[in-house]
């Protein structure tokens, strides 16, 4: 079955919509799928189709929609193949004075080119800077939405922001003459590189098309090996304290100071997993009594409020309330939190800890 017949049982919008923005439609979808897919996210095709969705597609989908004409890098091609056909055909335009008028003035009806119409290099070029500037705008906008700067709002926002700027593109190319319209000249380049490495004219050109192909698979390589095995870079966990501010808001700020016996206060306990796999945490809550001299701190009466266990994936963050119920009475105790990773030793202190955050908190009867 030739690609004719099977493009004649799509339907008929899809057989009308150009070929380059369809090819950035199936992008947009192919990016989300390999970013919200549970599996497939955790592969290194996350990261290549994201890159170009966020570098390439959403300035390529915008200037396609404020530019839909030809370029007049096209028109040159299509004036050189013209040329080329009389050359080939043997035709005399000194002695057919009247027919190279007729052909002049051809060729002047039926150049497609429109004022302000851009060529091929200026639309790649524009859709790198628009991409770049496109997709930070996006995440301010989120800045300041209820949705903020996550991976599926991002996902879905600069998605949606490409597919309609392509459904415009679409639109105002139909509105056009077809000599008019804008096209990748897939078969051309595909032709002319053909040509030129199965068909070389000359030694030398077939020595630099050799080298210019073991260039690009090494160039190919050497991406794949990056994305395949990525530098893991520093691992650590993050372990804090937060409150609740007037609005409901969590900050790292007004931290209750004064306790009553029997009377809880609560406080929020945060962990963020930057270990580079899922991780184990314990956190062992005590109230200590304690003595500073010489900067030298001592123990000297402790009390567990409490212990629990979290799992947290990779490159996230949980948070949890925990509400202090202290029983010791004093002034200048020390309310200490202990993260473990995996269970705590029989006897937690400060020392042993993985990670420790602590308050200064009066506790009276």
């Known amino acids: 079955m030739s690609d004719g017949t099977l493009r004649l049982l799509l339907p008929r919008f899809l057989r009308r919509f150009p070929a380059d923005l369809a090819a950035i439609v199936l992008l947009v979808l192919a990016t989300g799928v390999a970013t919200l897919a549970p599996v497939i996210s955790e592969t290194p095709l996350r990261v290549v189709l994201g890159l170009v ?5 959403p300035g390529y989908a915008f200037i396609a929609a404020l530019f839909p004409e030809r370029g007049p890098a096209f028109d040159g ?48 070029a524009l859709s790198f800077g628009l991409s770049i500037a496109i997709t ?64 070389p004219e000359t030694r030398l050109d077939a020595v630099l098309n050799v080298v210019l192909v073991v260039s690009l698979l090494l160039a190919v390589s050497s991406v794949g090996y990056a994305v395949m ?25 007004d931290y209750p100071q004064n306790f009553t016996v029997g009377q809880s206060q609560p406080l ?18 005590e109230l200590q009594r304690v003595s500073i001299r010489n900067n030298s701190t001592t123990v000297r009466e402790r009390q567990e409020l409490d212990r629990f266990s979290r ?8 948070n949890w309330t925990h509400d202090v119920t202290p029983s010791m009475t004093g002034e200048r105790l020390r309310l200490v939190y202990l993260l473990y990773r995996g269970s705590p030793p029989a006897e937690p202190t400060i020392e042993n800890a993985y990670r420790e955050t602590h308050l200064w908190v009066n506790v009276s009867s």
């Open 268 to 285: 929020t306990i945060g962990i963020g997993n930057h270990e580079h796999e899922q991780a184990e945490y314990s956190v062992v809550a």
């Open 136 to 199: 930070p705008l996006i995440g301010l906008v989120l800045n300041f939405t209820p949705f903020g700067i996550r991976l599926v709002p991002i996902v879905l926002s600069i998605g949606g922001f490409t597919l309609l700027a392509s459904a415009v593109a679409a639109l105002r190319r139909q509105a056009l003459p077809v000599e008019e319209r804008f096209e990748v000249p897939y078969r051309a380049w595909v032709g002319a590189a053909r040509a030129e490495l199965f068909e």
């Open 229 to 253: 095995v990525p530098k893991s870079g520093e691992s650590f966990s993050e372990f804090y304290l937060l409150t609740e501010n007037e609005s409901g808001a969590l900050v790292a700020d």
């Open 311 to 318: 799992t947290v994936p990779a490159n996230e963050s949980a």
């Open 53 to 57: 969705f966020a570098l390439f597609a």
């Open 77 to 124: 091609a299509s004036a050189s193949a013209t040329a080329d056909e009389d050359e080939r055909s043997g035709s005399n335009l000194v002695e057919r004075d009247e027919s190279a008028d007729a052909h002049t003035g051809l060729t002047e009806r039926a150049d497609p080119r429109r004022a302000g119409s851009i060529d091929g290099i200026e639309r790649v």
